[in-house]
């Protein structure tokens, strides 16, 4: 009697066909090879498609690209300090029943040039990379500049329509970046303050995230924004974090020689 091997040999002679070499493979080895290599096939699919939200979500942030710890140099207390805090911040993220306790807000504070946006950039890109989360970054000033200009009625640029979509944005963002805050600012404007103390307000009422970054102090943070807007920070669960280190940006000096250097003003000479 003929096995199943000899009669799928024979079938295929008699085709004119190449009968396949070794054991015909049995229906169950089969379909568990196909299984796995499906499986294997939608992982990857998986993979890219996740790479792919990745990319649309740095995209979309505006955040500088070189703000990450792999480019911060610790070499002071408070950057030290300040990331062990951030990092604790972004390992919280795994905890989902602490992601769905509340609205956490990360209020940096210091002179400038102390590395708090970097930082802050580099929270958001982790983030991102890790768990997905949409970053908005934004200086206060650029979006109080463009509130401004949304009341300009005989405008045809549609200013109005480009601050209420990015309003939007704003409340719905996961984690949004306000930095500069009341930059060269002893105390906004009372509209601002209502605007941007309303937008804090429905951001903690959808239990959204923020980041906070102003040269302030905080005693004077509070003047600047006024009570209604910082009584809204206040509802958040707030990380303080002071940078108090020396300026990482370059000194601007003049490259001319010390021996001729004059005090009085010499015209450009034609030659």
Same mark, same amino acid.
């Given at each position: 009697?003929?096995?199943?091997?000899?009669?799928?040999?024979?079938?295929?002679?008699?085709?004119?066909? $190449?009968?396949?070499?070794?054991?015909?493979?049995?229906?169950?080895?089969?379909?568990?090879?196909?299984?796995?290599?499906?499986?294997?096939?939608?992982?990857?699919?998986?993979?890219?498609?996740?790479?792919?939200?990745?990319?649309?979500?740095?995209?979309?942030?505006?955040?500088?690209?070189?703000?990450?710890?792999?480019?911060?140099?610790?070499?002071?207390?408070?950057?030290? @300090?300040?990331?062990?805090?951030?990092?604790?911040?972004?390992?919280?993220?795994?905890?989902?029943?602490?992601?769905?306790?509340?609205?956490?807000?990360?209020?940096?504070?210091?002179?400038?040039?102390?590395?708090?946006?970097?930082?802050?950039?580099?929270?958001?890109?982790?983030?991102?990379?890790?768990?997905? *989360?949409?970053?908005?970054?934004?200086?206060?000033?650029?979006?109080?500049?463009?509130?401004?200009?949304?009341?300009?009625?005989?405008?045809?640029?549609?200013?109005?329509?480009?601050?209420? @979509? *990015?309003?939007? $944005?704003?409340?719905?963002?996961?984690?949004?970046?306000?930095?500069?805050?009341?930059?060269?600012?002893?105390?906004?404007?009372?509209?601002?303050?209502?605007?941007?103390?309303?937008?804090?307000?429905?951001?903690?009422?959808?239990?959204?995230?923020?980041?906070?970054?102003?040269?302030?102090?905080?005693?004077?943070?509070?003047?600047?924004?006024?009570?209604?807007?910082?009584?809204?920070?206040? $509802?958040?669960?707030?990380?303080?974090?002071?940078?108090?280190?020396?300026?990482?940006?370059?000194?601007?000096?003049?490259?001319?020689?010390?021996?001729?250097?004059?005090?009085?003003?010499?015209?450009?000479?034609?030659?």
């Amino acid at each position: 009697m003929q096995s199943l091997n000899d009669k799928i040999r024979q079938l295929a002679k008699t085709l004119g066909k $190449e009968a396949p070499e070794g054991p015909v493979k049995d229906y169950s080895t089969l379909r568990q090879e196909y299984e796995k290599q499906a499986n294997k096939e939608i992982q990857q699919m998986q993979l890219e498609a996740k790479k792919q939200r990745i990319e649309q979500i740095h995209g979309r942030s505006d955040l500088n690209p070189a703000w990450t710890f792999a480019n911060l140099i610790e070499d002071t207390a408070d950057v030290k @300090e300040a990331v062990s805090i951030a990092k604790s911040f972004i390992a919280a993220h795994g905890d989902p029943s602490w992601r769905r306790s509340g609205s956490h807000m990360m209020l940096f504070y210091g002179d400038y040039g102390r590395g708090k946006s970097h930082i802050a950039g580099a929270i958001a890109h982790e983030l991102i990379d890790k768990y997905e *989360i949409s970053v908005l970054y934004r200086q206060l000033s650029s979006l109080l500049e463009m509130r401004y200009f949304s009341y300009d009625f005989n405008a045809k640029d549609d200013a109005g329509q480009r601050f209420r @979509e *990015i309003t939007q $944005e704003l409340m719905t963002v996961d984690l949004l970046i306000l930095d500069e805050v009341c930059v060269n600012e002893s105390q906004l404007k009372k509209s601002a303050q209502g605007w941007l103390g309303t937008l804090l307000r429905q951001r903690y009422s959808q239990n959204k995230n923020c980041i906070l970054i102003t040269n302030h102090d905080l005693t004077s943070l509070g003047q600047a924004v006024g009570p209604y807007c910082f009584e809204s920070i206040k $509802e958040y669960d707030t990380y303080k974090v002071r940078f108090s280190g020396p300026s990482r940006r370059r000194n601007v000096e003049d490259d001319i020689p010390a021996t001729t250097k004059t005090s009085g003003y010499i015209p450009n000479q034609v030659r």
